[in-house]
């Protein structure tokens, strides 16, 4: 689960989407090395708690992170095991009409995602796969796909 300092959008719960954090709160997690990637982004903090992933990896649980290009990496730096999919939109246009319709963003903000995303495609190189999402069942085949076999060790 990610924490984060943004305010909850509109039906997000504390606990379930994220755990909402103060600022301060968040900088004392941070400062005393709980988080296992953490960056600022668009004027709020993200990050991974460590513990957290720590038991789900020691039980052997499979862990799915939905973090940007710049965590998965931090990730990927702290647990060299961990597979990278980059999740690639369709085009411009399909990115810009998704951020539209989840309606966060001021036109400000979407503009300024919309530039940042150029530079995180051109970083997907750096991933162990990458998938399409055009059509959201045939990506979450592809990526459960993908996990299965890894966990077959294929």
Known sequence: MSATTRAPRPGEVNGRDYTFLERATFEKWRECGEFV???????NCYGTPRRPLDEHLSAGD???????????LAVKAEYPQAVLVFL??????????????RGSESDEELERRLRGAEAEEAMAARFD?????????RAVAEVAGILGARREGV
């Open 37 to 43: 990637e953490s960056f600022e982004v668009f004027g």
């Open 129 to 137: 796969h990458e998938v399409l999402n055009d059509e959201l069942e």
């Open 62 to 72: 499979d862990i799915l992170l939905e973090l940007d290009v710049y965590g998965a």
């Open 88 to 101: 690639r939109p369709p085009d411009r246009d399909a990115q810009r009409e998704r951020l539209l319709t």
